[in-house]
């Protein structure tokens, strides 16, 4: 039986739609921490550490943070510095631009696997007002609790908040101001809630996460 020309082109249209489909739903390869060591050997090694367990207070621990959280980082951190959603940083700026997409999946997997590092909260004085604004938030200034998004023990929840358990007080102090001021602009929620912090709150309950475990 012969298939008229018209019936074959509508065919093989299909057959491209349905072809490019697939290909489009196909799932992403499986990111390598393997190679992700690699890459972060040569690249993050000198200011995060081999295994993500930062030495300088100003620079985070990557440790068993969550990969998605990583992998957005670096897509922020690679978008110019006027765009909306960037996070500004020259020399994060300069890294991320390096790195492919599958790249970053491949480093946020390497840490994701690195064991958590546990902190310790150093300034006693403050310890109740950081448990207090990180267990119950500051009701009568919309302050939520950060327990509410970060897990009591700071573990985060993955793909949608950061584990800040045992991460510098240093660094998480300045990204609250950094939100607070308007200078890290690539999280609407974190500007909203650290705009209404005062500093002595911000270093508060930063120490206090930083013994979190």
């Not at 990180?134 to 950060?146: D, S």
Request: charged share 20%; net charge positive.
């Amino acid at each position: 039986m012969t298939v008229p020309s018209g019936c074959r082109n509508a065919l093989l249209a299909l057959c491209l739609v349905a072809c490019a489909t697939a290909s489009a739903q196909a799932p992403a390869p499986r990111p390598d921490p393997a190679r992700g060591q690699q890459i972060a050997a040569g690249a993050c090694a000198a200011c995060h550490g081999p295994d993500g367990n930062s030495a300088l207070p100003a620079n985070p621990r990557l440790n068993g943070q969550h990969a998605e959280y990583l992998v957005k980082q670096l897509q922020d951190y690679a978008l110019p510095a006027d765009h909306r959603a960037a996070r500004v940083n020259a020399i994060m700026a300069g890294f991320a631009a390096t790195l492919t997409p599958e790249d970053r999946r491949h480093v946020a997997a390497w840490y994701a696997a690195q064991k958590p590092m546990r902190g310790e909260a150093r300034v006693r004085d403050t310890l109740e007002l950081g448990q207090r604004i990180y267990r119950a938030g500051i009701p009568e200034r919309k302050v939520p609790a950060c327990a509410g998004c970060h897990a009591p023990n700071g573990a985060g929840i993955p793909s949608r908040y950061p584990r800040v358990g045992g991460q510098h007080a240093e660094y998480t102090a300045a990204q609250l101001r950094a939100f607070r001021d308007g200078t890290r602009r690539n999280d609407l929620s974190m500007a909203q809630i650290a705009a209404r912090l005062s500093e002595a709150e911000i270093k508060a309950v930063s120490d206090f996460i930083a013994g979190l475990r």
